[in-house]
């Protein structure tokens, strides 16, 4: 066997296996890296505004797409408020006013601590398969790296994206760049990750920047994990209510 033909050979085998992936299977694959059994994680959320910017550092934990529990560390103005997910359900809690208020409805929209995030980013935590059709569209290079764009259209309603376009790292598995679109086709927020880093078997995106493009001069918002910790134990009685006031 001559070494043209060898090289033939591997050519079709690397091809090959390539080929074998489908588009659900990408993003089955992508989910496992952002989601975990349980993780609790450290991080700072950099609030560019028109003048000056903030950032708040918080804590969370969070048991699979439907319980999450965060509370905000630093700056003191900010310290104790807190947020509780469980599936579809959200509250918060002010320490100034010593109230716990259920966010529903419209409210979702609104904007976390006037950062580019809404609360509704935070709620749509389900697999992507689950909820969007998927399509395949073509390569592309950013930064001389490789990606799959691929194009996603909801079929369940309620969503508040039903339309987005992702371009996902073909060794990482991460949308590394994503748009997201209301039902005309109008953008409505873009974000992107990098930071890429090995976590326990996985690769995870250290920084991410959102970016609500209906926000007039909107410069930004940075989210900075400063730690993570994958299938570590969490307490069922993380998830309360009542660990809200505490």
């Known amino acids: 066997m001559n070494k043209f033909f060898v090289f033939l050979t591997s050519l079709s085998c690397i091809f090959g296996e390539s080929n074998k992936l489908s588009v659900y299977d990408i993003v089955s694959e992508m989910d496992k890296n952002l989601n975990s059994n349980n993780r609790v994680l450290i991080s700072e959320m950099i609030i560019h505004g028109r003048r000056k910017s903030r950032t708040i550092k918080s804590k969370s934990w969070s048991t699979g797409f439907e319980k999450a529990f965060t509370e905000n560390l630093s700056p003191a103005r900010e310290a104790g408020t807190k947020m509780l997910k469980l599936k579809d359900k959200l509250w918060t809690y002010s320490p100034q006013t010593d109230r716990i208020i259920q966010i529903s409805g419209h409210m979702l929209r609104q904007s976390i601590n006037g950062s ?131």
Request: aromatic residues 14%.
């Open 116 to 246: 580019d995030m809404s609360y509704k980013d935070m709620m749509e935590t389900r697999p992507i398969r689950e909820i969007y059709h998927l399509t395949l569209e073509k390569s592309a290079f950013i930064n001389d790296r490789d990606h799959w764009v691929i194009f996603m259209e909801a079929k369940v309603k309620g969503l508040s994206y039903p339309k987005r376009r992702a371009w996902i790292d073909k060794e990482y598995f991460l949308p590394i760049k994503e748009e997201r679109y209301a039902k005309s086709g109008k953008l409505l927020k873009t974000i992107s990750m990098n930071n890429i880093k090995s976590v326990k078997g996985r690769w995870f995106p250290f920084h991410y920047r959102f970016k609500d493009e209906l926000k007039r001069n909107s410069k930004g918002t940075e989210w900075i994990i400063i730690d993570i910790e994958f299938d570590s134990e969490i307490s069922e009685s993380r998830f309360s209510k009542a660990l809200l006031r505490k």
